[in-house]
């Protein structure tokens, strides 16, 4: 089988070139690269799309997460509620700004925040949680929601791998990731599953003070142009990358449809084996499937990984060291944080290759592979 990848963006961009191509070239011919009517058109795009009042492009989804938080004022040592097990940029964005985190345990199917650990780690310095849709499955909102909202806690949805999802309330309402946070973040890195062609990312809020002061603190803290009210940053979607996402974002759906297909077709596959926990899907989520990621049981990971390297196939572990484990945290002596599904899942997660371009032929010789190996 050929160059098999976990994520081939080179066959998604064969299918689009002239739209893209054109996109690019248009830009150039403006010469308006940053700002400009490309990025406040995606901005109006994007924010109906997921349904929020608005939509603050910015430069990657770390910038997103940490322009959140500044948003919201938080001091050092303020703690702030995320999982361990997810991107480390989550939790980075916390330590950087001299917040505290703190890590609670994830539910063993969905691999998304456990609300009853939540609600055991609430103290009246709790200023944020932070679910992340993890692999593409939205969090359990509507509890999480009703618990934040019963302390005043904002939520800040980190949304990097779920963009294209949805979640729906137990009377019926479904809505988009990213439209249910206080603030909501995603990243359009380019494996993620609405991507750019270089760095780039967004933040959601329905709330217009807070949208305010979300754009002020991404472009340095300026309303008006050289008057620095606020310490910010400088956070810019550029327009080139801002043209690219405009011709994908008509293709989102399709996008997320042709990853959840792969995913029918590996869970039909594995079904009934042992040693294969197919992911789960929670009836309330629609699954986007960032990542295909399966939990082995009673088969030696490493093995398993080794042989399917040789057959050509790639896999991954998202992620192999939990965050709470990480160096970058010793400060904080999270590394013994009693994390049983965690430490456990981090164990046993494999990702399977996925993405919009898979053909039948490719998820057979996969699949077919993978069987044999786990036996
Ligand atoms: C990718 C990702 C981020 C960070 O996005 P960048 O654009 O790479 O900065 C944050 N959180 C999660 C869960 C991610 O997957």
């Known amino acids: ?27 150039i011919d403006s010469t308006i690269f940053i700002g400009g009517s490309e990025v406040n058109t995606l901005a109006a795009e994007l924010a109906a799309y997921v349904g929020v009042k608005h939509v603050i492009p910015c430069a990657n989804g770390t910038d997103a997460l940490q322009i959140a938080l500044m948003a919201l004022g938080l001091k050092p040592g303020d703690e702030v509620i995320t999982p361990s097990f997810t991107y480390m940029a989550t939790v980075e964005v916390v330590a950087l700004l001299g917040l505290t985190p703190v890590f609670v345990d994830v539910h063993p199917d969905t691999f998304t925040l456990n609300v009853e650990s939540v609600k055991n780690a609430i103290t009246p310095n709790t ?91 991404a472009n340095h803290g300026q309303k008006e142009r050289y008057y620095h009210e606020m310490v910010g940053c400088n956070s810019r979607l550029d327009a080139i990358q801002a043209a690219i996402l405009r011709v994908k974002l008509p293709q989102l759906d399709g996008y997320c449809s042709a990853r959840r297909a792969a995913a029918d077709y590996y869970d039909a596959a594995f079904a009934g084996n042992p040693r294969i926990t ?67 899942l981090n164990e046993c997660v494999i990702s399977l290759p996925i993405h919009t371009e898979l053909t039948e032929e490719e998820l057979s010789y996969i699949s077919k592979n993978f069987l044999e190996i786990i036996g």
């Open 127 to 217: 200023k944020a949680i932070i679910p992340v849709h993890l692999y593409g499955q939205c969090a359990d909102m509507e509890p999480l929601m009703a618990l934040a909202q019963a302390h005043n806690i904002p939520l800040i949805e980190d949304n990097a791998q779920a963009i294209g999802g949805s979640y729906t309330f137990s009377d019926g309402r479904t809505v988009k990731t990213g439209s249910m946070g206080t603030i909501s973040c995603t990243s359009f890195f380019p494996s993620k599953n609405l991507g750019c062609y270089g760095d780039g990312g967004a933040i959601f809020t329905n709330d217009s003070a807070l949208a305010e002061r979300l754009k002020m603190i």
């Open 278 to 344: 197919t992911p789960y899907r929670a009836p309330n989520a629609y699954h986007v499937f960032h990542q295909y990621t399966l939990r082995l049981s009673g088969v030696d990971r490493d093995g398993v990984q080794q042989q399917l390297a040789a057959r050509n196939i790639p896999s991954m572990i998202y992620y192999p060291v939990p965050c709470h484990k990480q160096g970058m945290l010793k400060a904080y002596n999270t590394a013994d944080a009693v994390l049983p599904v965690t430490n456990m």
């Open 1 to 27: 089988m050929h160059n098999l990848q976990m994520v081939d963006l080179k066959r998604q961009y064969q299918k689009i070139k002239p739209e893209i191509d054109a996109a690019i070239h248009q830009v």
